[in-house]
């Protein structure tokens, strides 16, 4: 293995190296940079709970008979407008779905949007006699004879399943009356019933993933402390060798599992740093054309790209990834408050 992964997943690379029953040998390559580069991807994935409740609202729509109803999400736009990568939406969505509370049913991904063009009989007099064509001329934006509607909405309408009126779309296909096309793959689900209380719920998801974020930072730290320890600490007494260090990973990895914290024999990530406050107070004043967040500021600090700021375009910057050594959480703290006195209280 040739960088520094988590502990969980080496132990699985470990595994598989021994699966002959063979004697197998595990080298480790110890690098400082990867390790920073690696403890920043663990914060790639957060959210802030703002965003978190902006999701939720479009989840469940405000109109109180959205229960039974098919809704969809746009996968790329919804990552892009609530600056969460698609995997993470998908788990919230999970989450929604196996939580204490089942708010919604999943259904297969699909694409949602449609495009069609009327054929043979003009669009008017074929809606008189097929009721989803007149649904479909009433919810969707007509373009040069080309209509371009979202499939659930006007499936919702008829009272159908999106699997049924594509059906009836296909029968016309075939019957030459119609050409269309598909596109917006999105998440699809059924709402079975609405949150009462928005706010709570987006404040208990909002923790539960910061949970799981702090749990694969902490996974990280105890494996670079591991390495740390063998490579420099280690006396090579109980079992240990200068090249050879089963004993004591071996030690790490049971106390680990056994929830026993060892102290931390290098404090590699910094706290602080002279230069950060100013670097955000540069950094804001010379991309005021833009909308941040703290964590957003911190994540472009931290040279992590994410869906609303992605590397072609942040990564230019020149502060792009100078903060890796500063723990995420000071950076994204000192963004806060510089974005505080940047933009007065308008701010989250
Ligand atoms: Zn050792």
Same mark, same amino acid.
């Given at each position: 293995m040739d960088i520094l992964i988590v502990k969980a997943q080496k132990i699985e690379e470990i595994g598989r190296a021994g699966r002959d029953g063979r004697l197998s040998y595990c080298h480790l390559f110890y690098d400082d940079e990867m390790y920073f580069k690696l403890r920043s991807l663990m914060y790639s994935e957060g959210v802030d709970e703002y965003a978190v409740n902006k999701f939720l609202s479009e989840v469940f729509p405000a109109d109180k008979s959205s229960c039974g109803k098919i809704c969809s999400l746009i996968k790329e736009s919804a990552s892009r407008r609530f600056d969460m990568k698609e995997e993470v939406i998908l788990t919230v969505l999970t989450r929604l779905e196996l939580g204490d509370v089942q708010y919604l049913h999943l259904l297969p991904q699909t694409n949602v949007t449609c495009v069609l063009n009327f054929y043979k009989t003009p669009a008017v007099s074929l809606a008189q006699k097929i009721s989803a064509i007149a649904v479909i001329l009433k919810r969707s934006e007509n373009r040069h004879g080309q209509h371009t509607f979202d499939l659930p909405t006007v499936a919702n309408d008829m009272g159908v399943t999106p699997v049924e009126l594509t059906n009836q779309l296909y029968d016309l296909k075939l019957k030459g009356e119609i050409t269309y096309e598909m596109k917006d793959m999105a998440y699809c689900y059924r709402i079975l019933e609405v949150p009462t209380d928005l706010l709570s719920l987006s404040a208990d998801i909002t923790k539960w993933l910061s949970e799981v974020e702090s749990c694969k930072v902490r996974k990280m730290d105890v494996m670079f402390n591991a390495a740390y320890f063998a490579v420099n600490l280690c006396d090579k007494m109980n079992g240990c060798s200068s090249v050879d260090h089963t004993s004591c990973w071996q030690r790490i990895i049971l106390d680990y599992f056994a929830g026993i914290d060892n102290i931390d024999f290098c404090k590699k990530i910094d706290q602080s740093s002279p230069f950060l406050w100013a670097d955000i107070k540069v950094f804001l004043q010379s991309n005021s054309h833009a909308r941040f967040t703290p964590r957003a500021v911190a994540r472009v600090m931290h040279g992590i790209a994410s869906p609303a700021y992605p590397y072609t375009i $942040? =990564? &230019? #910057?020149?502060? $792009? =990834?100078?903060? #890796? &050594?500063?723990d995420f959480k000071v950076v994204m703290e000192a963004a806060k408050e510089e974005l505080k006195k940047f933009v007065g209280k308008d701010i989250l």
């Open positions: $942040w =990564g &230019k #910057t020149h502060f $792009w =990834g100078r903060y #890796t &050594k500063i």
